[in-house]
């Protein structure tokens, strides 16, 4: 079937190889993961759009007689097939290296995973609110308002609470990611190759593992063999060379970040006007960079032998803290000892902002989130070995939630006297 030429056979699909090898691109050289201040810098402006994002959309689907209430499931829709998007395109995040250096062993930054980051975890994650859906759905269930329905209609309403803004979170990220999955190869190729020359993409085969990204090819490594002292500790120069301008950009970043903080808290200070958006933004990057620590758990088996070792315990934890502030804030707003609310005394406006937008918007907001919980129902829900843990992931995280209400709301409410405290400021 094949040829002989000079006692070697020819074999074309060593032509095939030959001509791959000449043709494949070079080696790229190593790459560094971006450092934890910088992704910290990142998540300051992408908690705060996401805070604002979601303040925004809620504020324009509140009004009479709105087709989906609450309105606040409007701004968990967008946030999830946002994030359906970004996880479609991750590998598209991740092959994005920031190299300051043309030379093919200069250390690159990976910048597209600080990008991904500050997209998925800062502003979707912000975007998105766990606390204010579990809310939600207690005082549906509770009927403080005391509307005119059985305690089966609050059942109802309870049950359609839950289960709508389930479906329609889950609904949006199957959504998001169709449509990356869809628009991928027109705006997702298309925009790599805008990308300007120092943003190098490394290609599939050098992200698939650490050594290919690390170690350099025959071609280089050839290359230094044959180079004289001098060419290597030239090599050696332009390698540390890129770091200086990837400390630059980590601190005008962090300069940047460390303004908005500033920025925001000033306006929450000394501009009453704005107090209830800027005391919000003020306390979102907190919560987000919590939660974000708080991730490196979450597929780590706590127990030796336990059964739920894939179970994402830091994005767990972090919504039930973010419940548990909510919980506790509408307490503090709501609790009297006195039933009547004419004595009793009002809280002051800034005292309010703190609590409603501060800390139940900004900071319990951005600390929990719908969108990494939904995405982690469905990646668990992949797997046929995982599926019952996806399922009692739900129900747990739903659960304890709705615990979280009874201990912090109802036990002290069943104590003292409903009375809303800022309803001269149209607090809810």
């Known amino acids: 079937m094949f040829g002989e030429v000079d006692g ?15 043709s494949a691109p070079p080696a790229r050289g190593p790459t ?14 992408a908690s705060m759009l996401g805070t604002l994002t979601r303040i925004g959309i809620t504020n324009l689907f509140t009004f009479s007689g709105t087709p989906l209430a609450p309105p606040i499931i409007w701004a968990q829709i967008i946030g999830c097939a946002v994030f359906g998007g970004a996880l479609q395109n991750k590998e598209y995040f991740e092959a994005v290296v920031l190299r300051l250096d043309h030379h093919p062993t200069a250390v690159g930054l990976q910048l597209g995973s600080a990008l991904y980051t500050a997209l998925t975890s800062g502003y979707c994650g912000s975007v998105t609110t766990f606390s204010t859906w579990i809310l939600d759905d207690y005082l549906a269930w509770a009927n403080y308002d005391g509307a005119a329905r059985t305690g089966g209609k609050s059942f109802l309403a309870g049950v359609g609470q839950t289960f709508v803004t389930l479906a329609m979170s889950a609904a949006s ?49 050839h290359a230094v ?124 406006r800034v005292t309010c902002d703190v609590i409603y937008d501060g800390l139940e ?21 992949a797997g046929l070995k995982t599926r019952r843990a996806a399922i009692f992931y739900a129900f747990a995280s739903w659960g304890f ?25 149209s607090r809810p």
């Open 32 to 45: 560094r993961p971006p450092p934890t201040l910088f992704t910290l810098a990142l998540l300051v402006p």
């Open 401 to 425: 939630g709705m615990v979280a209400c009874v201990l912090f709301i109802a036990v002290p409410l069943a104590a003292l006297h409903r009375v809303d405290r800022c309803s001269a400021y």
């Open 173 to 221: 990220l199957r959504v998001g990611m169709k449509l990356a999955e869809e628009g991928e190869p027109f705006c997702m190729a298309r925009l790599v190759d805008f990308l300007p020359a120092s943003l190098r993409v490394q290609s599939s085969s050098s992200t698939a593992s650490p050594a290919s990204i690390v170690e350099p090819g025959p071609g280089i490594a």
């Open 361 to 381: 918007t900004g900071l319990a907001g951005a600390l929990s989130t719908i969108s990494t919980f939904i995405a982690e129902l469905y990646t668990l829900g």
């Open 225 to 348: 063999d044959d180079a004289d002292d001098l060419a290597d500790f030239s090599n050696r120069k332009k390698n540390t060379e890129p770091f200086a301008g990837h400390h630059v950009l980590y601190v005008l970043t962090s300069l940047f970040a460390i303004g908005l903080l500033l920025m925001t808290s000033l306006l929450t200070a000394f501009y009453s006007p704005t107090r209830s958006i800027s005391v919000a933004l003020a306390l979102s990057p907190p919560g987000a960079m919590l939660r974000w620590f708080l991730s490196r758990f979450n597929g780590k088996q706590l127990r030796s032998s336990g059964s739920r070792g894939g179970w994402p315990y830091g994005t767990f934890a972090a919504n039930m803290m973010g419940i548990s502030i909510v919980a506790a804030s509408y307490t503090a707003l709501h609790a009297s000892r006195s039933a009547d609310a004419a004595s009793t005394l009002p809280y002051s």
């Open 8 to 22: 070697k056979v020819n074999d074309p699909s060593n032509d095939d190889v030959a001509t791959h090898q000449m």
